[in-house]
């Protein structure tokens, strides 16, 4: 019994707001991998290559893949200049649960890195030995960063792929279009939209948590009620939130279907994201995967990272709620079971790649290949994970080469699908294992 009003109701609206790229069967061949974020077989199984390390040249495996964080210069300026206390001010208009931010992180204001060097100290010197593309988490919405076109700019003349995680409410609202995008003539979330999809190597994740109005809201912290959006006094974000999200949710999505962000063509290009993914939605999630799986667009399942403030506070509850892991097992298992019946996937796929941490889309293989550089330099395991031992290093001090080769992640190898290295309170490989003897495989 869904917990949702007339959700069958609510999954014809959404049958209707956006028209089906495979209304009747999926092509031969059709999988769901994100472009730019799931790396294929030809990235993690390529050559090794000869590296410089600190002085001497080595022979190493190529790194495959980056998250990394960017601020608005301006506000890095400030912070630098004691203006702004970033401890106590998060740059992002939105206050949603579940959010990753790390006071920590930003504590030393000296160690922060503008988008220039980020690219010059990690990014730039990771292409040198084999990187082919980057994820953005934060800090913060890059949509409501100035320098967003200055760091696509540099990522297209690089020829570097680049995933920008999103809630999307910019893109759906010509209010909050013009006041970030105005001074460059652009004043519609539409022009935002087309603007965004001359980037041939932007990617977009999209966040989509839920066909249901009350539940999206309490992902980002909405009321129904609520009249206005959110405001800045210079470089601080005042009454952070925005009024009717989920119809700025949903305006965006048509924008971006509309701009061919969806286009076969193209690739995956436009991945909805539901992260944090609730335990308790598995009324629905098997809806939203095949629903979004007709329109070309993988779908991102996963409970909650276990890092930052808010997000481990939502791993504890859900550790309290489900502590063996029987609701999280059973809504992957409802998800997989789903790609089944629609023909997404076979048993002999799933067999061969392996249950994946995202359910039923492809599997995370970023940890193996890759690595995450925090606006502060430090580089560490992945987005998911606080503790300590995640932690390699920092690029103010050591090469991006060294840290890649020396690191555990590197030792984990060539892999496809390295499961959930960092989710070991949510996503334990029992719960992988017993997902795997459930299908039946």
């Known amino acids: 019994m869904s917990e949702i009003e007339d959700l069958e109701g609510k999954i014809r609206f959404y049958e209707d707001l956006i028209p089906p790229v495979y209304p009747d069967k999926f092509p031969e061949g059709f999988t769901l991998n994100p472009t730019g974020w799931a790396l294929t077989p030809e990235v993690v199984n390529r050559p090794d290559i000869q590296a410089q390390f600190e002085g001497s040249v080595k022979t190493i495996r190529p790194i495959g893949t980056m998250d990394v964080e960017f601020i608005d210069n301006r506000v890095i300026a400030a912070a630098k200049r004691g203006e702004i206390d970033l401890t106590e001010y998060y740059p992002c208009g939105m206050p949603c649960s579940g959010c990753f931010s790390e006071a920590a992180i930003v504590r030393d204001p000296t160690l922060l890195l503008t988008w220039q060097e980020m690219f010059e100290k990690a990014i730039d010197p990771a292409r040198k030995i084999g990187l082919t593309s980057v994820k953005f988490l934060g800090w913060g919405e890059l949509l409501q960063n100035r320098d967003l076109f200055d760091i696509l700019d540099a990522c297209e003349e690089r020829g ?23 001074h460059l003539g652009i004043t519609t979330a539409r022009e935002l939209v087309q603007r965004l999809s001359q980037y041939s190597t932007l990617r977009i994740l999209f966040g989509f948590h839920s066909f249901d109005e009350k539940r999206q809201n309490k992902i980002v912290k909405s009321t129904k009620d609520r009249t206005r959006d959110y405001s800045k006094n210079g470089l601080i974000f ?22 061919g962000f969806n286009d076969p063509a193209k690739g995956q290009r436009l991945t909805l994201t539901a992260t944090p993914t609730g335990l308790d939605q598995i009324d629905e999630m098997p809806d939203i995967y095949a629903w979004a799986a007709r329109r070309n667009m993988p779908f991102i399942i996963a ?7 808010k997000a481990q506070g939502l791993m504890v509850r859900d550790t309290r709620v489900d502590p063996e892991h029987e609701k999280f097992i059973a809504l992957y298992t409802a998800v997989y079971q789903r790609a089944l019946k ?47 031992n995640s932690t390699y290093g920092n690029v103010h001090n050591q090469s991006i ?15 496809m699908n390295n499961w959930c290295t960092a989710k070991t309170n949510g996503m334990p490989v029992s719960s992988q294992e017993e997902i795997h003897r459930r299908l039946d495989l």
């Not at 409970?303 to 403030?309: A, F, K, L, V």
């Not at 890649?404 to 892999?415: D, H, I, M, V």
Request: charged residues 25%; proline residues 3%.
């Open 160 to 182: 570097l792929e680049v995933s920008v995680f999103t809630r999307a409410q910019e893109l759906g609202s010509d209010h909050l279009t013009e006041m970030h995008y105005g």
């Open 238 to 259: 005042v009454d952070k939130g925005v009024s009717d999200y989920i119809g700025k949710r949903n305006r965006a999505l048509q924008y971006l279907v509309e701009a």
């Open 303 to 309: 409970p909650t990272m276990e890092s930052g403030e």
């Open 342 to 388: 629609e023909g997404i996937l076979s048993k002999e796929q799933i067999k061969e790649a392996g249950i994946s941490a995202y359910a039923a889309t492809a599997a995370c293989n970023q940890v193996a290949n890759g690595l995450f550089v925090r606006i502060n330099g430090l580089v560490k395991m992945c987005p998911g994970i606080s503790e300590e």
């Open 401 to 415: 080469a060294t840290l890649w080769a020396t690191s555990p992640n590197y030792e984990l190898g060539r892999k």
